[in-house]
């Protein structure tokens, strides 16, 4: 139990165009999403936490004109990047927390999407 | 500030022995610390959390000490295999958000 999808695994796009990355959660609902992105050798870094039918709250530094979240089920969430750049390359992980039990305790990850912005 | 600390240099280790890493934090009252591990190109794994009243955990070869006093979880994988080579990562929770730290990397020889 408690899995969680990502699509795309990877993508490749030129700049100035936007990216949208799904996350679900296949056998849970999920009230809350987390997003985070990760650089090579480097730890996860929070950028925002989203519950669902709310707004995301975004952690600070992360631009949320940039990185739009959208959660409007209980077992999707989605990030977009807009207007991409080479700079916005990166691994970006979702993960999912449900309403009770183990998944209430515990933050279950995606696999991840590697982003190239050419 | 609110900081966590793993062993920065890799831990390599023969096959068949205890595989024990540090995590320390500072800054933090976790309710909750959590452990993941993460293979290359790959999103974390749940392996085990343990809370604050509780002093160790286990879960077949894991085992997990939590030490809020000295601020400290050790995870020690006992009889390890070269399959448990892997990144190790330690996650206080606080505030319903995990924090982690850089992990670490963990070659398990045959």
């Known amino acids: 139990g408690a899995v969680v999808s990502q699509h795309p695994s990877r993508v490749i796009c030129k700049s100035g165009t936007s990216v949208k990355i799904e996350c679900r959660s296949l056998d849970f609902q999920a009230t809350t999403m987390f997003w985070y992105r990760q650089f090579p050798k480097q730890s996860l870094m929070l950028m925002a936490t989203?519950?669902?039918?709310?707004?995301?709250?975004?952690e600070q530094g992360v631009e949320k004109d940039k990185f739009l979240i959208n959660h409007a089920s209980l077992t999707l969430s989605t990030l977009t990047v807009t207007s991409a750049h080479p700079e916005d390359s990166s691994f970006y992980i979702c993960?999912?927390?449900?309403?009770?039990?183990?998944?209430?305790?515990?933050?279950?990850f995606g696999p991840g999407t590697r982003l190239l912005v050419l | 500030s609110q900081k966590i600390e793993q062993n920065s240099e890799a831990l390599n280790i023969q096959e068949g022995k205890t595989a024990t890493l540090t995590c320390n934090y500072t800054n933090y009252s976790p309710a909750y610390l959590q452990w993941y591990r993460q293979d290359p190109g790959r999103g974390p794994v749940f392996l085990l959390l343990i809370r604050e009243n509780e002093k160790e955990k286990r879960k077949e070869r894991l085992k997990v000490t939590f030490d809020t006093t000295l601020k400290q979880s050790l995870f020690h994988i006992t009889a390890s295999q070269p399959a448990d080579s892997a990144t190790y990562l330690c996650?206080?929770?606080?505030?319903?958000?995990?924090?982690f730290g850089q992990g670490t990397e963990l070659s398990v020889k045959p």
């Open positions: 989203s519950n669902e039918g709310s707004k995301a709250t975004y």
């Open positions: 993960s999912a927390q449900g309403l009770a039990g183990e998944t209430w305790e515990t933050q279950y």
């Open positions: 996650a206080p929770r606080e505030g319903g958000k995990l924090i």
